[in-house]
């Protein structure tokens, strides 16, 4: 399929060229972009830049999925809130890890 500059063509509803950042390789990524990694145990880490989106002082996420979109989306929760898993410190002081392998 021809592609229009670079554009790519709608995914279950979902313009893929506008309403995502693509992942262009380590040689263009540096330690203050925002990325979240998903490890085969089924942990999520988040950047400091990650975090720092989701809002100061935030202690907690909550993960959803867009079935449509075949999309995984992370917000800020309150602690105690239902479906609240808790954003744990790394040894580099920087990231964040959550505990996700029940979702994945």
């Known amino acids: 399929m021809a592609l229009n500059n670079g554009a790519l063509p709608p995914h279950h509803g979902i313009d893929m060229s506008t309403e995502f950042e693509f992942f262009e390789g380590t040689a263009t990524v540096n330690s203050t972009s925002p990325r979240v990694t998903v490890r085969k145990a089924g942990q999520l880490v988040l950047t400091e830049a990650a975090v720092a989106m989701l809002g100061e002082g935030v202690g907690a996420v909550q993960i959803g999925y867009n079935p449509k979109g075949r999309v995984v989306g992370i917000r800020p ?11 744990r410190a790394q040894p580099n002081g920087r990231s964040r890890l959550v505990d996700a392998k029940m979702l994945l």
């Open 77 to 87: 929760a309150a602690d105690g809130v239902r479906g609240a898993l808790k954003l």
